[in-house]
Every structure is written in C-alpha cells, then in structure tokens.
C-alpha cells in the first residue's frame, strides 16, 4: 500500500482563513519528509521538508512538523492568499524514489 | 544555478508511434528519475538514473526505457504510445540519501491521439 495518506479534498477557503493539510506516513523507520506544490500548468516544487523526527519545516509562511508520535507531517499556513491556489503532495523517500501522497487541491477565493 | 529543464514543454503524438523526452539535471546532481502524473493524480515512479544505469524501476512496462549521459542529462523514450499515456512526464535531479530534496522540471505534457 502507499507509505503516505493524504488529504485529499478539494478544500476552498476565503484568503487570510487558516489552513492545514493531513498528512501521515508508514514507516519501520524515521524517514525524511517532504511537502510539494504544483501551481497550475507548471512542474513540482518543493515547499519545505523535515530530515527528522521533531524537525519543522518551514517555507513562504507555511509549516508543518515532524511528529512520530503520531507518524503525521500536517502542513498549515495561517492566512492563505490567493496565489497559495495549487495541489499539494506530502512525500516520503522509498527505496530509490518519492512516494506521493494523492495530492490536495486548494483554492483561495478573494 | 541552473534548475532541471525539460523539452519539449508540450508534445501530440499518435497513437503507435514513439517520443523521446529530454532532462536536464541541475548543477551538482548525479541523479535523475522520472515520473508519471496523469491528470488529477499524483506523479508515479517511472524509474532512475544513477551514473548511466537504471539502478530503480517503477511498474511500467519495458516500452518505457531510459538513457543517462555522462553529464548527468537523461532520456525518456516510450515506444508503441498508447492513449493512456497522455499525462505530463517530470524529471527529477537529486544526490544520493533519503534526506536531500529532489528538484522538478516543469514537466513535458504528451498528449496521444
């Protein structure tokens, strides 16, 4: 099975709302972490990532921690603005490739 | 420092026929993979190149093959092109270890008709 599970949504949200995306993973042991954004008609970017366990990520005012407890890497972002609008993929290295999360669309409305 | 770049951008292809897809990688990595990502899905592993050898295979068929040069630029080929190959095709660099991001290109959209 996938090693991670993603909200998957679509989620719509008025700009300056709160967001956050769950994200867990499958792991025997303490992998690096990684959250991706994919803007409309353009590639992959990466957004932050966490090499450890109780790291935080952080990057353009999103967030989000490493937490084994609960084997989850949840991304927030406090106020969301328009141009935050693109899918977002949680991911975990796996042998010798990424492993996706199914993504979560997120559209910002003014 | 240069990112990865990708061409063509966009490709039409009919259906039989065979596309070569080009990368390359960015500044200081070795490490080029190849990903799927059918529309409204998340990308699928194709396969990876380390030092000119596929050192990592996804679940796809041998039609799809690969090439890396010795400036760590890559190929992706795919022969006899089915419909269900439209998707867009991204390349990823890195350097080896679990820890280090891997940098997308912009990806190539094919569309076989």
């Known amino acids: 099975g996938n090693s991670v599970t993603q909200m998957e949504g679509p989620v719509t949200l008025s700009e300056e709302a709160f967001l956050t995306i769950n994200c867990t993973y499958t792991a025997t042991g303490y992998p690096s972490l990684f959250w991706y954004v994919q803007y409309p008609g353009e590639g992959l970017q990466l957004l932050l990532k966490a090499t450890k366990a109780d790291d935080k990520g952080s990057n353009k005012g999103f967030e989000a921690t490493y937490r084994k407890e609960t084997t989850s890497f949840h991304l927030e972002k406090g106020s969301v603005q328009v141009s935050d609008s693109a899918v977002y993929f949680c991911a975990r290295p796996r042998d010798y490739k990424l492993s996706f999360g199914a993504g979560t669309t997120v559209t910002v409305r003014a | 420092e240069t990112g990865v770049t990708q061409s063509p951008t966009h490709l039409i292809k009919t259906r039989g026929q065979q596309v070569t897809l080009r990368c390359s990688s960015q500044?200081?990595?070795?490490?080029v993979s190849w990903y799927q990502q059918a529309l409204g899905q998340g990308p699928q592993f194709i396969f990876q190149y380390y030092r000119e050898e596929e050192n990592g295979r996804g679940n796809f068929p041998p039609r799809f093959s690969g090439l890396q040069f010795p400036n760590y630029s890559s190929e992706l080929n795919v022969n006899a092109l089915e419909l269900d190959d439209s998707a867009l095709y991204l390349c990823a660099s890195s350097t080896p270890g679990q820890g280090n991001g891997y940098t997308f290109g912009s990806g190539t959209r094919l569309t076989v008709v």
């Open positions: 500044s200081g990595h070795n490490t």
